[in-house]
Structure formats: C-alpha cells, structure tokens
C-alpha cells in the first residue's frame, strides 16, 4: 500500500482470534428506543367555612418505552446456534393516585392554634415486562421481530406482571403557641398488598416538637440573633417497594411439560416475614443572625431497622435452599450541615451556600438459621460483596494487592486458581501466611458509600444581570471500575486499553501492570482491590447566566433571556467516563461502572416571557 491509505469495499467477518468487529457491528446493528411519559393531575377543594375544608387530588402517571434491536450475523462471534439475533422489549409502568383529606383549623386570642387533618392516601401501582427474542433471520437485511427462525427452540420470550396496592388512613395534629413552641403529631395505618394478609397492615406514629427560642424573653438582648430553633423528632417508616416480599407468600409459576400446563412451586415462604421498619430519632437546629443575612441548619438523626430482612440458606434437601427472614439488625447514623449568606452593596448582590452530609451504615447483628454461616456473599458480574456485623452492607469482598510478583518470589506462592504464581503476576496479601492465596484471604477491600457528599450553590446579581451555579460532590467513596477489568485483564484476545503497554515484561520489570496471560491460569484477574478506584469528585452541575428586561409596551410584565450550561467541569481522579452513575436502582450495584454512558455536557438559551 506504501503511504496511501487503503479503504476496503466491505467490512471483515470475525477475525483469526475469534474477536468480533466493532465497525461492522456498529454500521449492522440496530438499536431504536421509545419512550413515551404522561404525568397528570387534578385538585378539587371545597371550603365549607372559616374552620373546615375538604381537598382531594387526583394523580395519574403513565410511562411506556419499548427498545427494539438487531444483533447482525457480519462480524459477531457466533454464540451457540445464533447467527443474528432481533428482539423487542417492552416496559410498561401505570400509577393512579389518590389524597383526600379534611382540614379544621382554629386559633385563639392568646396565641394557640390548632390544625387537625384527617383523610386518606390511596395507590395502586402496575408493572409490566415483556421480553421477545429471535435467533438466525435469512439475512442481516431482516432485522425485525418474527423473521428468524421457525424453530421454537431457537424463540425466546419472558415477561413479568406485577402490581402494588397501597392505602393509607392518617391523622395529623399540629399545634403552636405564639409561633414559639410547636408540636406534630402524626399516626398513620398503611396496608398494602406485597406482604402476605398476616403482616399487610401497620400502624406508623411519628411526633415532632421544636421551640423558638429567639421569641423568648431573655434572647431580646441578644439583638445580632434574629431566629434561634431547636426540633426534635422520633417516627416509624417502612418500607415495601421491593420484591423480596414474594417470598412471604406461597406462590406457583407455570410450565409446559410433555404438551400439558402445570403449576410449579416457586419458593418455600416465610409467612411470618414482616414489613421492614425503620425507627428515627432526629434532633436539629435553626439560626439566622443578622437580620437572615446568614442562616445555619444542623441535623443529627439515627436510625435503626431492627427487622432487617436477610437472605438465609437453606440445605439442598427442602427444594429451595433460598429463604428470607428478618434475621438482622442495621444502624444508621447522619450528619448534615448547610449554611447560606447573602452579601450585597448598592446594586450588587451575592448569594452563596452550601452543605454538607455524611451517614454511616452498619450491621449491628444477624441471626443466621445455620450457626456456621457469619456473613452474607453476594456474587455480582465480577465482584463479590460481602454483609458482616460491624461493617455498612455490600462492601467490596476480595483479594489485597501488594505489587508484583519478583523474580526471587516466582514459584513460592500458589495462586487463587491453583497454579503457582510466577514473576510479573500480581502479589495478593497472604493473610494466614501459608503461601497459598484462597478463599480464607479475602477481605472487605472497600466501600461504595462516601465519606462526606454536599453542594455548593452561588448566585451573583447586578442590576438586571444574574449569574447563578451549582456545584455537588462526594468524597471518599469507591467504585468497582469493570470496564477497566475488563480492557486490562489481559487474558484474552480481546481489545484492551492503551495502558497495558507498559505491563510487566521481562524487560520492564518495574511496571504497575502484571503480565499478559492468556487465559490467566494463575488469577491476576480476580477480583481485587486493583480494580477499586476513588470515585470523589467535584461537579460544576448548573450554570446559568440571565439578563431581566422589564415591560415591553405593556405586553409583558418582563422578559428573561438566559444561557444555561450543564455538566460543564468534573474535578476527580477516577479513571472511568463518569464518577457519577447509576446502573440499577439496587443496593447490589452501588458504586459498580459497568460502563453507563456518561453524563453529557449541553447548552441551552433560552427565553421566557412573564405575561
């Protein structure tokens, strides 16, 4: 070819090593999603005199997404019997609210007033999954659902249809004398449909009270003081949006076997699995001092959930060696802090705040129906984590690194896979020093939640011109980088990150990296605190700036023009696209980068007319 570029008329198949080709998948494959969002409401309120009124609002929210895909036949590696692959997957999520609720107020002469609210609170939630799969169409040129195979074996569809019916009947009782001491009572008998009938209903009271010490008599000196608040609270929670509640009830799923339906058992229940509660003690404070140029919050809360649930084993012999109950005892703890001002000069204003929150979670204790079991390991796609008393729940369980192994340490040490480690490989820390690394090795390697998380926000105004931001940032948590375990593993034939370049050689000895091994035999690519990151950073969120027009010939009261930036600046030292993520709302996968797109960064202008 020499010096001029080649540009081939077609795109190559798999290559020699079985590597599939991104830029044949990329120009073949299909990937078109839909999603469609209604969310509605409507209030109706009824004022029978002074004292009395009845309110009821009605809530509707509809979201519908269907994505449709085409895995291609060019350029794939071929898994089993599938050449390409078309399928369709619908979600489908229907919420109906309802809050009805009637409303006595009064107040006295001498300062007292009572609020009284009583009414109920009413949802009714479905959920519905449908999965449809299709193997080995005639052509890449057939990419739609029902053109593959004739063969059933080679169809797959699965779905899930679930729903959630909740009602709560409530009582409210506020009182305050003169706007200096004030009191809330709140009791609360929720039912719902995720547990069984034996725990579905519950009473949940809550009681606040909080005192204005600056309307007391002897704070008048105190004159630089202009509000002074202390609150305490103590209420009960619970929670049931999850689907572990399955396993309170006996429930069947069905087969087809033979040519005939029939009903097969899915769960040994607990019929005695309760709600989960949380108990609260929260104690806070207010003060702003120089005519509310400064304001303080603090709040301390503690909360203990003493009917956690967990997961138990059961021996092969019942069926199902799944089972649930509420076996365990979790704390936590918080902290959080926020403080704003206001500073001005003519017609220079500058408003800035910001907080600062950090929570501690930790097993007190968990009663294992086996005397042997000490903690909970669950397996997540390349990680372990691990619940054990006295630490918070699914922290990072595994190997500690500690270099590489040297020339001299070569052969000493068997490693996690049962082959003795040689020169380049990765040094794991031998807790028991019997220089064989095992599962009696593994630690808690680290932890998804953060040590302190906060924003900032800051607002700069002169006459009609405004600049405002916002900022957010956690420090001190960790995150599982699978994308990186994935492009530095080295095992395979697989495209890998430019950094493996400088890996362990024998004529670079002093790399960070371990050597390239085929098929890692001697573990290098466990999971280990090599793949664990900070995952701290500091965000530039929001950016706005706004220039005010008044009345424009008395059509409009005023006109705002304004330029909005997002996700301008990200401060941190993790290696992967985005420190902030979220790939499931699940506890399970906090903290893991599977490799989620990232944030992107936008612009918007903008104009809106105050009419």
């Not at 090593?17 to 999603?33: C, D, E, M």
């Not at 108990?279 to 603090?298: C, E, K, P, W």
């Amino acid at each position: 070819v020499g010096s001029e570029m080649c540009i081939r008329d077609s795109l190559d198949d798999v290559g020699v090593f079985g590597v599939s080709n991104p830029v044949a998948i990329v120009n073949n494959a299909l990937g078109v999603n839909r999603n469609y969002h209604f969310l509605s409401s409507i209030k109706a309120e009824y004022m029978f005199n002074e004292h009395f009124n009845l309110s009821t609002l009605f809530g509707i929210n509809f979201n519908n997404s269907r994505e449709s895909i085409f895995l291609p036949d060019l350029g794939m590696v071929q898994v089993d019997s599938a050449y390409n692959s078309p399928g369709d997957f619908v979600n489908e999520f229907r919420s109906t609210q309802n809050h009805t609720m009637l409303t006595y107020t009064n107040s006295t002469a001498s300062g007292h007033r009572f609020t009284v609210n009583g009414g109920f609170r009413y949802m009714e939630n479905s959920y519905k999954y449908n999965k449809s799969l299709d193997l080995n169409t005639p052509s890449d040129d057939f990419k739609s659902l029902g053109d593959g195979s004739q063969y059933n074996f080679l169809q797959t569809t699965i779905g899930d249809n679930r729903g959630l019916s909740w009602i709560s009947y409530f009582g409210i009782i506020d009182y305050s004398f003169r706007n200096k001491y004030l009191v809330t009572a709140n009791l609360s008998y929720d039912g719902n449909s995720a547990t069984n009938e034996a725990h579905r209903y519950n009473f949940f009271p809550s009681v606040g009270a909080a005192w204005r010490l600056s309307s007391e008599g002897f704070m008048n000196q105190v004159g630089w003081i202009e509000d002074l608040k202390l609150r305490g609270s103590y209420g009960i929670s619970g929670n049931m949006f999850t689907t572990v509640y399955d396993y309170s009830k006996l429930y069947y799923t069905n087969r087809r076997m033979n040519g005939d339906g029939v009903l097969l058992r899915e769960v040994i229940p607990n019929e005695d699995l309760e709600l989960e509660k949380k108990h609260t003690i929260n104690a806070g404070l207010d003060l702003s001092i120089l005519r509310q140029l400064v304001n303080f919050h603090a709040d301390f809360y503690s909360s203990s959930v003493n009917n956690l649930i967990i997961q138990q084993e059961l021996p092969s012999s019942f069926g199902f060696t799944k089972y649930y109950d509420n076996g365990g005892k979790l704390q936590i703890t918080g902290l959080e802090l926020s403080l704003d001002a206001r500073l001005g000069s003519g017609n220079f204003v500058w408003i800035i705040g910001g907080s600062l929150g950090k929570v501690i979670t930790e097993i007190k204790s968990m009663d294992f129906l086996n005397p042997a079991n000490e903690h909970i390991i669950t397996s997540i796609r390349g990680a372990e984590l691990i619940t054990s008393v006295g630490n918070p729940v699914n922290a990072y369980y595994g190997y500690k690194t500690d270099g590489l192994i040297s020339e001299s340490e070569a052969g000493s040490v068997i490693g996690p896979k049962g082959a003795p480690m040689q020169a380049g490989d990765v040094k794991y820390v031998d807790v028991d020093g019997n220089n064989i690394i095992d599962e009696t090795d593994k630690m808690i390697i680290g932890d998804p939640n953060p040590d302190l998380f906060g924003g900032i926000h800051t607002k700069l105004s002169y006459r009609n011109i405004e600049l405002s931001a916002t900022f957010n940032y956690w420090v001190g948590n960790e995150v599982f980088n699978y994308v990186r375990y994935q492009t530095e593993s080295m095992d395979s034939y697989t495209n890998q990150s430019a950094s493996v370049l400088d890996r362990w050689t024998a004529s670079n000895t002093g790399a960070d990296l371990p050597r390239a091994s085929f098929g890692d035999p001697t573990g290098n690519t466990v999971f280990s605190d090599r793949w664990i990151e900070d995952g701290s950073y500091f965000r530039l969120e929001h950016l706005t700036l706004s220039y005010y027009l008044p009345d424009l010939a008395g059509l409009t009261k005023g006109v705002t023009i304004y330029v909005t930036g997002t996700n301008l600046l990200t401060f941190t030292n993790y290696s992967g696209y985005d420190p902030e993520f979220v790939y499931l709302n699940s506890p399970y996968y906090m903290g893991v980068d599977y490799g989620m797109m990232p944030q992107t960064r936008s612009f918007i202008a903008g104009l809106k007319l105050n009419l």
